[in-house]
């Protein structure tokens, strides 16, 4: 009969440990699972890095844009309101 995989015991701070298991709960795996993932995956390269950095700079300025928008048309809703009742 042949062993398909062994036990492996790391050691790391409750904070760590906290951390593979909030990781492993959002992507829906097992810790174990999770180091195994995050341990064999090619590392990004750096352009990898960057275009990741810019989705995170788009996604944030959209954010904010749809909040500009979102205001920018409620308060005109506001003075059309106030233009029709004093009309």
């Known amino acids: 009969m042949s062993v398909q ?3 492996i015991t790391i050691l790391g701070t409750p904070e760590f440990k906290a951390f593979l298991a909030k ?3 959002k992507e829906g795996i097992s810790m174990s699972e999770l180091v195994r993932q995050r341990c064999t995956q090619k590392p990004a390269n750096g ?3 960057l275009l990741a950095a810019l ?3 788009v996604n944030r ?3 904010k844009a749809k909040k500009s928008l979102e205001k920018g048309l ?3 809703e506001r003075v059309l ?3 029709r009742r004093a009309a």
Do not use: L, M, T, W
């Open 5 to 7: 995989s062994e036990r």
């Open 81 to 83: 309101a106030e233009i």
């Open 23 to 25: 990781e492993s709960k």
């Open 55 to 57: 989705i995170g700079e």
């Open 74 to 76: 409620s308060d005109a």
């Open 47 to 49: 352009d990898e890095v």
């Open 61 to 63: 300025a959209a954010k």
